[in-house]
């Protein structure tokens, strides 16, 4: 008779005997995944990171990303701001190591250069959060912050200034993250509790903070002021052999310090011509004689010729065809110099065109992102600084 326990298997030995698959395929490349502070979906986690194998699944996150960029522009609805925060809620989703390449940080520049001269969208919370996180990707995020107070966005939100506060004291600017941290609770930025706790915790840490280097070692020197003694001139006497007894470790090292200086005297250079008799003569000659101008000039004997009677040695292999000696030659643009087509390209109502972030492709994307990096404003017009 069978035993009715050998039918019977762990809950593993079940697993790993099905076809099953569990929802953990992201533990093996969580070290690239950028953390949200909403959390992620696991099912859109996945089917992400399976892009990197996977061409068929590349191209169908490239569309996608492509038609919600066009549903920017085909929006009728009463907020325009939407269709933004949807595209780079599936933008961070849907590339989860962020990355140049993403795009991620252009739709950001777009984004917060539609709605920037728009009344509406000045105090709305949802906008402020959009330029937050573009000036967390950007390497001087304080211009963003500086162009956010001249222009009146988001000032009245607590996010602004516990942002830019922030941003102050990891750049060691404490005085200037405790002034911001000021102007945010006498303006009454809402929410107000919460702006004064991270206040509270900054002084923890402003409290706590070490002090320099140069004020300990202040703390151990005598405080002098002009004309006074610092202690009793007997203690800095130079101690007598009685009571001093060098180490010969110190013995070593101020010996060559106490030799005798060596002072060169010609005059009792012993004479080497019963060795040397040749080399003593030309040494003594090269003093008194010093030749006519053509024996001092002989390294510049050359005889003139002309270029024509000379070739260069080609090397071969360096033309491939007849195409290549005729190619145009290519002028160097620089790009933060020249003023892109799309700065301003803005429809009726306000609503500015996604032409350009259609139009760029991969290998521009990475480009793009290092000048807005460098620049975040670079596109914004001339009169947005006031």
Known sequence: MEDPRIKELDPETEFLCSKRKTQNDWELFKENVKPLKRGRNIT?????????????????????????????????????????????????????????????????????????????YKEDLRYLKVWLEYAENCFDAEVIFNFLHANAIGTTHSAYYISYALHLESNAKIKAANDTFNLGISRNAQPIDKLKDVYRMFLTRSMQRPKAAEESMEKCLPVRSFGTVLSNPEHHRPPTMGNFQPSRKNMKAERPYLAPLDVYD???????????????????????????????????????????????PQRIGSRVGGASASAPLEVFVDEECEKPAHNLEHNEGGKSSTTHLRQVDGRNYKRETDLLRQNPLRNFPSNSFR
């Open 266 to 312: 010609d005059s009792k250079v012993v004479s080497t011509s019963h060795l040397e008799p040749d080399a003593s003569k030309t040494h003594s000659n090269s003093w008194t004689i010093l030749g006519s101008r053509r024996e001092r000039n002989k390294e510049n004997n050359a005889l003139p010729s002309k270029w024509t009677s000379n070739k260069i």
């Open 44 to 120: 859109i986690l996945n089917n992400a990171l399976k892009s990197h194998t996977d061409n068929h699944i590349k191209k169908s996150l490239l569309e996608n990303r492509r038609k919600l960029i066009e549903a920017i522009d085909d929006y009728k609805g009463d907020d325009p701001l939407q269709p933004w925060l949807e595209c780079i809620k599936w933008v961070q989703e849907a590339y989860p190591a962020g990355g140049d390449f993403s795009g991620l940080v252009l739709i950001y520049e777009h984004c917060v250069r539609t709605f920037w001269h728009s009344d509406r």
